[in-house]
């Protein structure tokens, strides 16, 4: 079973800081690496997403940098505001296999920005 | 476009008793999927459908069951509810098998007593 872990569970920033959050997956083919974001009460909904053939993918102020040799990728918001605070998922989608298609969520950081 | 729908919200179940938890997309997206949330554990998958007539078992899928008549509906059913099945439920529509943006639902709270 593959698995993406994710760190921290819990992270807080003031307003105007950057937000980092990290994940590490399996040595395994993936295909993206989609980040998810939730606010209380939501469904999750697709923040920005990555391929493993691309080191750094930029989106306004959401930034996901991807290193393959130590098989981490990372989310970075910079200036977070409060409205940024939401519960943030790391997750893959398997290339091939059995697992084809499998979209696989890591466990989820939840962001609270203080004014 | 209603996007991906689930009812009901909320449901209270009592142990033994079964339920269906509904789930409709009107995207004509041919994967569906169902997931499981709880705390500290991410979002797992339960069971999904590549197109109508065909389901297949996810991470989770003991004592759920899942069928697939028609592009728009997969419905999740409880067989005896059990209090290790209180959690959110969410259901997920994208275009393909493979799509890495899968909509999401706004979920259904099952709690199980």
């Known amino acids: 079973q593959q698995q993406v872990k994710q760190s921290p569970q819990s992270l807080i920033v003031q307003k105007g800081g950057i937000s980092i959050i990290n994940c590490a997956y399996e040595?395994?083919?993936?295909?993206?690496f989609p980040w998810y974001q939730q606010f209380p009460g939501k469904g999750p909904a697709l923040l920005i997403a990555?391929?493993?053939?691309?080191s750094e993918k930029k989106e306004g102020r959401f930034t996901i940098s991807f290193n393959k040799s130590a098989k981490q990728f990372s989310l970075h918001i910079m200036d977070s505001q409060p409205g940024d605070s939401a519960t943030y998922f790391c997750a893959h989608i398997n290339a091939g296999g059995t697992s084809y298609g499998k979209l696989t969520f890591g466990q989820g950081t939840i962001l609270t920005v203080h004014p | 476009n209603a996007g991906v729908t689930q009812t009901p919200k909320f449901q209270v179940l009592k142990t033994g008793q079964s339920m269906t938890l509904q789930c409709a997309q009107d995207m004509n997206h041919e994967y569906m999927s169902w997931y499981r949330q709880d705390p500290g554990m991410g979002l797992r998958l339960i069971h999904y459908s590549v197109g109508a007539g065909i389901t297949d078992q996810g991470e989770v899928p003991n004592g759920y069951n899942v069928s697939r008549s028609t592009t728009e509906d997969f419905p999740l059913r409880l067989l005896s509810a059990a209090p290790s099945q209180t959690s959110v439920y969410f259901c997920?529509?994208?275009?393909?098998?493979?799509?890495?943006?899968?909509?999401f639902g706004p979920g259904t709270r099952l709690t199980v007593t």
């Open positions: 040595n395994t083919a993936f295909d993206y």
């Open positions: 990555i391929r493993p053939d691309v």
């Open positions: 997920a529509s994208s275009y393909q098998r493979g799509g890495y943006e899968q909509y």
